[in-house]
């Protein structure tokens, strides 16, 4: 079977590395640690692969205390580029309060743009009681769909300039502020939130499917009451593409019995967060828009491709 495009499924991992594990008689321990490549054509690489790897780890309820980068660049990239990676981690490391460990850069062919592979490493969060994730249980999420895409594009795309006033695009770019989900993953545990998940490729959507299989549950989902910026909705319909589609970093889905409790808890500490739905009894992933019913597909390649590889 071919592989698609982009970041592996979760079946794909489960056939080909889970069950090959298991097979091989390896222990899965704990996870203490998260590597994350980011391949994106975009300048501020090093920063989305800081963010990438810290908010793996944070959905895993681990306290991000350290990061290793592997930056791989094509042949004939000029010092002044690697530069810029560099001062992009550490500026995101500085505000995360991680250690900088060692890490390995390399010109090669192998590569045709430069590749940041950022491993974090930290210890377990403060955590109160965990919930069972059972049928009733509510989804709760953090900030905005598609927010860490429209902030790469106003960053980006130079046409954007002629097409949206500059007030829009800056507030875009304001988005880059909030892409780490340590904050709310923190509170999250806290609270007793059992399953985490962070938006990253593939938008919201994707986010959902992972959590139906963390979970072992289906999952029921108020379209309307997923929050997206009007912002966002005006990119997405110039270029065309879907918003629910758009890679989210920076937005976080939590599993708990109490939704309230947690909404509470997070935008009293300035976090953006609303209930989005519930976990079911069956295996369907129901997505509902005011009187359509229609079933939740397979993550698909993240929209924000389709123009940054034009």
């Keep these: 079977m071919k592989l698609r495009y982009g970041k592996a499924g979760e079946n794909t991992i489960d056939r080909s590395i889970t069950k090959r594990i298991s097979g ?9 640690m998260s590597a994350d ?47 810029e990676i560099m001062d992009g981690i550490c500026r995101i490391c500085k505000a995360e309060n991680l250690v900088i460990e060692g890490g390995h850069t390399e010109v090669t062919s192998a590569v045709t743009r430069p590749v ?32 860490e895409a429209g902030c790469i594009l106003a960053c980006e795309k130079e046409e954007l300039r002629d097409v949206f006033p500059e007030t829009i695009l800056m507030r875009l770019r304001k988005l880059g502020e909030y892409l780490s989900v340590r904050p709310e993953a923190q509170i999250c545990a806290r609270e007793g939130a059992d399953c985490l998940v962070d938006l990253s490729e593939g938008g919201i959507y994707a986010a959902l499917w992972r959590l139906s299989v963390k979970t072992r549950r289906g999952l029921r989902v108020d379209m309307a009451s997923i929050p997206l910026l009007q912002e966002t909705i005006e990119l997405a319909n110039y270029y065309d593409i879907d918003p629910y589609k758009m890679r989210s970093a920076g937005s976080l889905l939590a599993v708990t019995a109490d939704a309230d409790a947690l909404v509470e808890a997070l935008e009293g500490s300035g976090i953006p967060a609303v209930k989005i739905g519930e976990l079911t009894e069956d295996h369907d992933k129901t997505l509902i828009n005011d009187d359509e019913v229609r079933y939740l597909d397979l993550p698909q390649t993240d929209e924000l491709h389709r123009i940054l590889d034009k």
């Design 37 to 83: 490549p980011v391949t994106l054509k975009v300048s501020g690489i090093g920063e989305l692969a800081v963010y990438a790897a810290v908010n793996a780890l944070s959905a895993e309820k681990i306290l991000p205390e350290s990061f290793r980068p592997v930056i791989l660049l094509p042949e004939g990239t000029q010092e002044e580029r690697l530069r």
């Design 116 to 147: 940041v592979i950022g491993t974090c490493t930290g210890t377990a969060m403060e955590r109160g009681k965990g919930n069972i994730t059972s049928p009733g249980a509510g989804i709760v999420m953090t900030k905005w769909a598609g927010m």
């Design 24 to 32: 091989a008689g390896i222990k899965s321990g704990k996870v203490t």
